[in-house]
């Protein structure tokens, strides 16, 4: 803000900042307590604002009262042209805030539907803090200076009375020159304060040369820099301080006393500073905070509070002598593809374009084993201002995933790349269309934990002992959770720390056989103990193969572990000679115990919008599916469209087995060194 603030523009600010508390905070029945405290600062902040505004009007409305007055347009401009270094940027401020909350907030609602709750992203909880501060910071500033802007305004106003009361005592001293003629003007007046003691005096002329800016002359004491400084020492002083009936209850806390007499440090070198001038804005905002020094003094002289000894606030840090503040503002706020402190950054996804200049792009990121959020933004090309963003945080325990681009080619003809979210009523969709296949692929290992092998879109299907049969398309899924991105510095110059995984370069630990072990298998995860450092391992997974399919009008999932047991029989292929075998289309896979077939139906009534495959994931779900059934099978029949479907999915299936072995050898080795 260089330039002074009309009336319009307050008004302006005032509505925007009605717009943020309605959008944010009116709907926040059962809030979080940090989030509602953000609320209270914004809305005092705003009846600040409309304070100081009223006083603006009120002098508008006093001058059109004495139209007969001269009405100098510059003489208000020059009078308010301090205004935006003794408010600082408040502008900045609440645009900042506007952004993190649109991008931040997120209401929660029931299953009927009704706002229940707002949850705060665990990783700005340090941008929040800040922008509190400085929201308090302008408040406390506004209303300081709205009696004092009133004051110099209607000043002004007073001036140009004086001056005609000047032109007629003028007159009459021409018309009498006998008469006696007293006109007065009002001065700017330093009420005493009690004097800085010398060794304290010494120790803050220390300070106020250690500034970051560099050092300046006593003489030049800046004016806005200053202006803050005595704000924030003010507000940081006895202020804060109530006393108890006990005498030993009675004095401050020496930090509190010691920002007192800054304060006071402070504005005697403002008041006799180069830049300062008494009959102007900064002087009588800086009389109005003398008077409250004065009256914070006064509670010690009338033995209502009792001071510290100067030698005990003398042994205090330097820290405590500081003068200058920094200026913690900063318009780099997380955006919401930024990674969070609780999140790791899994997919960045091309979507495909609905206009010629515009990329869309989706970003996953995982909070938790079973919470991801979702961001979907949107950038022009030749329009640097043209930006959309929209984020949705995904609860797997209660959010069905619906493999739209996996419905059997038997009911449906139309090849789609789509995926759909919907929560366990089948409402609040949200549908994404994805350009490749491999992002298909790449999306659903984030949300099952398993990375897609062989994929046979067409294939028909059939099980031994069982009447069932079908076709629909088969894969085969290797548990393999999708990994962090690559780190990535961040605008602020620091390299986000992951939260899964090994600890960074560096980190010291009881013995190099706890990393081994760790990077030995990805089953091993890092824990601390009353003893130290020890790894924690779990069985490593074994692969599944996942069939969609239809069975009675009803859209379903089959699935099977290949462990051990499970194998190929090509013995049992119904071709006879060698030259047939090689065109065959069939395999036929058998257990040497028991095949086990997992299966899940959709609701018959809901339809495709159960199909959930996100019920296939491994980690326990807190409501069961009463959809899923076992079934024992002697064997499972594929046949493939085409015979180069056959061998991919037969080499897959072999992989996948050498893969399963090797994870299980390293699992053995591992808990085998411990």
């Not at 007499?261 to 402070?266: G, M, Q």
């Not at 030749?382 to 984020?391: G, L, P, V």
């Not at 391992?537 to 193969?545: G, H, N, Q, R």
Request: hydrophobic share 40%; aromatic share 10%.
């Amino acid at each position: 803000m260089s330039s002074p603030i009309s009336v319009g523009d307050f008004i302006t600010i005032i509505q925007l900042l009605s717009q943020i508390y309605e959008k944010c905070f009116t709907r926040a029945q059962a809030a979080d307590q940090r989030y509602l405290q953000f609320g209270e600062e914004i809305r005092n902040f705003s009846a600040a604002l409309e304070g100081l505004q009223k006083v603006l009007v009120h002098v508008e409305e006093e001058r059109h009262r004495r139209p007969w007055l001269p009405y100098d347009t510059a003489q208000v401009r020059s009078t308010l042209k301090p205004l935006p270094d003794l408010t600082g940027d408040f502008v900045r401020t609440i645009k900042a805030c506007e952004k993190l909350l649109s991008d931040n907030s997120k209401f929660q609602h029931n299953a009927a539907g009704f706002v229940d709750n707002v949850r705060w992203w665990l990783g700005v909880e340090t941008e929040v803090e800040s922008l509190k501060d400085r929201i308090r910071f302008h408040t406390a500033k506004i209303l300081l200076i709205t009696k004092p802007v009133e004051i110099q305004l209607l000043s002004d106003l007073r001036k140009d009375i004086w001056d005609v009361r000047r032109i007629v005592e003028e007159i009459r001293s021409i018309v009498d020159p006998n008469a006696e003629h007293d006109i007065s003007r009002h001065r700017y007046s330093s009420t005493r304060l009690p004097s800085v003691p010398p060794e304290l005096d010494s120790r803050f002329l220390a300070a106020f040369n250690n500034r970051s800016g560099g050092t300046i002359d006593i003489k030049d004491f800046p004016l806005k820099e200053g202006f803050d400084a005595l704000v924030f020492h003010f507000g940081k002083s006895t202020v804060n301080f109530l006393p108890i009936g006990y005498i030993n209850q009675r004095t401050p806390e020496l930090t509190q006393y010691l920002n007192l007499v800054k304060s006071r440090w402070i504005l005697s070198k403002l008041v006799e500073s180069s830049f300062f001038v008494h009959d102007s804005l900064w002087g009588r905002c800086i009389e109005n905070i003398e008077k409250n020094i004065l009256r914070e003094f006064r509670r010690f002289e009338s033995a209502q509070l009792t001071s510290p000894s100067t030698d005990v606030i003398e042994r205090l840090q330097e820290h405590c002598f500081c003068i200058w503040i920094e200026d913690h503002g900063t318009d780099v706020l997380p955006t919401l593809t930024d990674e969070r402190a609780s999140e790791e950054k899994l997919l960045e996804i091309a979507l495909p374009k609905t206009h010629s200049n515009r990329k869309p792009l989706l970003v996953v990121f995982r909070k938790s084993d079973h919470e991801l959020r979702i961001v979907h933004t949107t950038k022009d090309d030749q329009n640097d201002m043209f930006y959309e963003a929209e984020s949705h945080e995904i609860d797997l325990q209660f959010t069905r995933f619906i493999p739209l681009y996996a419905v059997p080619d038997s009911v449906s003809s139309t090849s789609t790349n789509n995926v759909l979210f919907c929560n366990l009523q089948g409402q609040g969709q949200k549908a994404y269309s994805l350009e490749r296949l491999e992002d298909v692929y790449s999306l659903q290992q984030a949300v099952t934990g398993y990375k897609v092998g062989a994929d046979l879109a067409t294939v028909s299907w059939a099980t031994f002992k069982t009447t069932e049969n079908g076709k629909g398309r088969v894969q085969i899924w290797r548990a393999k959770p999708l990994p962090r991105m690559a780190l990535v510095e961040d605008p602020r110059g620091q390299a986000q720390s992951p939260i899964v995984g090994l600890p960074r370069q560096g980190t010291s630990l009881s013995s190099f056989t706890l990393a081994e072990s760790i990077a030995a298998t990805a089953r091993g995860s890092l824990v601390h103990g009353a003893s130290g450092p020890a790894v924690l391992f779990s069985k490593p997974e074994l692969p599944i193969v996942v069939i969609y399919t239809i069975i009675k009008e009803r859209w379903t999932f089959l699935s099977f572990e290949l462990d051990e047991n499970v194998y190929i029989n090509p013995q049992s292929c119904l071709c006879k000679d060698c030259e047939a075998k090689k065109m065959c289309k069939r395999i036929i896979i058998k257990s040497k115990a028991k095949l086990k077939i997992q299966r899940h139906s959709a609701d018959a009534r809901d339809g495709i919008n159960t199909w959930d495959l996100a019920l296939l994931r491994k980690l326990p779900h807190p409501k069961p599916d009463k959809t899923l059934s076992f079934f024992i099978v002697k064997y499972v029949l594929f046949t493939f469209a085409e015979v180069q479907d056959k061998f991919e999915f037969q080499t897959t299936f072999d992989n996948a087995q050498k893969l399963r072995n090797l994870d299980q050898r390293k699992y053995l080795t591992a808990i085998s060194n411990r």
